[in-house]
């Protein structure tokens, strides 16, 4: 049973405009989420966290958006460029746990 | 924001030998810090909280005598990898509990891939 959940496993943007990840969770007690990149034949990269009593958190071009009501995440990055295209990962849990979607691969088309 | 540096981000070692991986909390002091693990296509797993001045504490399955964790300054936790073989390849990642200005709590490390050759 799937806690996190990336439904599109690839996106395709041009550059400069905007990309949108999304992740869906199923815990409510869940309350620390994290997004992670991850490009070919290297170790992830952690990229931004929010915790759970905030619904928005910016990082430069990243910004990580929350409604928990929706046990719903999202990972915008604004402009996009060719060198963000990865393999992007939302985790979300506890202190104790995290649990890993399986991925949206993110193409930046110059 | 608050800060956490981690360091390296990443580590080639031959079996056998130990590998030393830094966890800093730049603009805040950090109490406790936590250790996790993930494996390929895994959760990311707890493997120990570390607080400063006193023994860590690691979740069960974890060999303490393998994985040395020091928490000797409210800004610095160290993993060691000890005799690292290539089981022990994985991505490491720590936190730091501490207060930001909006009173979040856990900050994360950028992480570190570890290969065991």
């Known amino acids: 049973d799937q806690q996190v959940k990336q439904n599109s496993p690839s996106l395709s943007v041009q550059e400069g405009r905007i990309s949108i990840l999304n992740c869906d969770y199923t815990?409510?007690?869940?309350?620390?989420f994290l997004w992670y990149k991850k490009y070919p034949a290297e170790g992830p990269t952690f990229l931004i966290s929010?915790?759970?009593?905030?619904d928005k958190n910016e990082d430069g071009r990243f910004t990580v958006f929350l409604n928990k009501s929706a046990k719903h995440l999202s990972l915008h990055i604004v402009p996009s460029q060719p060198g963000d295209s990865a393999v992007y990962f939302c985790?979300?849990?506890?202190?104790?746990?995290?649990?890993f979607g399986s991925g949206t691969k993110l193409n930046v088309k110059p | 924001g608050a800060v956490v540096s981690q360091h390296p981000s990443w580590v080639i070692c031959k079996s056998g030998t130990s590998v030393k991986i830094e966890c800093r909390s730049l603009?805040?002091?950090?109490?406790?810090m936590f250790w996790y693990r993930q494996f390929p296509k895994q959760s990311l797993m707890l493997m120990a909280t570390?607080?400063?001045?006193?023994?860590?504490?690691?979740e069960q399955g974890v060999e303490k005598d393998k994985f040395l964790i020091n928490h000797a300054s409210l800004t610095l936790s160290t993993l060691t990898v000890t005799s690292a073989h290539p089981e022990d390849s994985s991505f490491y990642i720590c936190s730091a509990e501490g207060l930001g200005a909006t009173n979040e709590k856990l900050f994360f490390g950028s992480g570190t891939q570890l290969s065991v050759l």
């Open positions: 570390s607080n400063e001045g006193s023994k860590a504490t690691y």
């Open positions: 603009d805040f002091q950090a109490t406790t």
């Open positions: 929010i915790s759970s009593i905030k």
């Open positions: 985790a979300a849990g506890t202190f104790s746990k995290f649990y």
């Open positions: 815990n409510s007690m869940f309350d620390y």
